[in-house]
């Protein structure tokens, strides 16, 4: 009888535990984001403060070098948060097409946000001649919101890039090729929408294109670590 009463208990306990946690679990409201983050990952520091009235404030040291910005932080969805363009880009990281920097918050046990920061962005160009077969051989045209970038893929595996931004034009030439799980890989002077060519820690590939649209995603090394600020406590 004494052991059903303390499994009873226990029970009771655990649901009552659960009932409590659960809407801390779910609250990604703005005052469980605002407050000092910080992120230490291969000689690079930074720290991170979201403010209440939706500003941020973020310092960062690498190489020996100090940086400083300011600027705005807004939601999206859920868990998610963009921040303007003045927002310092970190190793490792990929920033959003239009220079701000897109944002996951994740929470350890439902309790400890931390902000995740992307490794790859996908850029959507659309074929503009009449496909006739599954080869990536053609003319596409990109989607970005007031970027105009066209791409022509051509069958000696070289490819033509020409960007337009306003009053800015770029061309780029450069080189493809297939890669084993039937990707196409595209040399470092492939433009990113930014009008930047690739850095050496980046690459873009077109996912196993099928002579239709490319979805091309431009992503950093795996060999660099993700980076994920973590929310500072008082008491810890």
Not at 95 to 101: E, I, M, N, R, W
Not at 145 to 172: C, I, M, R, Y
Request: glycine content about 10%; charged content about 20%.
């Amino acid at each position: 009888m004494k052991k059903f009463i303390v499994i009873v208990i226990a029970v009771l306990g655990a649901i009552a535990a659960f009932v409590v946690w659960l809407p801390f679990a779910m609250d990604y409201s703005d005052h469980i984001v605002v407050g000092k983050y910080e992120l230490v990952s291969s000689g690079e520091t930074c720290t991170l403060v979201l403010k209440a009235d939706h500003s941020f404030h973020q310092e960062q040291a690498l190489g020996g070098k100090t940086s400083a910005a300011d600027g705005t932080w807004r939601r999206v969805g859920e868990g998610g948060l963009i921040f303007s363009r003045q927002f310092l880009v970190l190793r490792g990281q990929e920033p959003s097409a239009d220079g701000t920097t897109f944002a996951d918050i994740h929470k350890a046990l439902g309790l400890f946000p931390s902000i995740v920061l992307p490794q790859y962005q996908v850029l959507w160009y659309g074929r503009t001649d009449p496909s006739t077969g599954t080869e990536v051989v053609g003319s596409y045209s990109g989607d970005e919101p007031g970027v105009s970038t066209q791409l022509t893929v051509s069958a000696d595996h070289t490819f033509k890039q020409d960007w337009t931004n306003g009053s800015s034009v770029k061309e780029a030439k450069g080189t493809w090729n297939t890669m084993q799980n039937g990707d196409i890989q595209f040399s470092k002077e492939f433009l990113k929408t930014s009008g930047d060519p690739l850095a050496e820690a980046e690459s873009a590939t077109a996912w196993n294109p099928k002579g239709s649209n490319l979805q091309i995603d431009v992503a950093v090394s795996p060999s660099l670590a993700q980076p994920v600020f973590r929310k500072r406590f008082p008491w810890l």
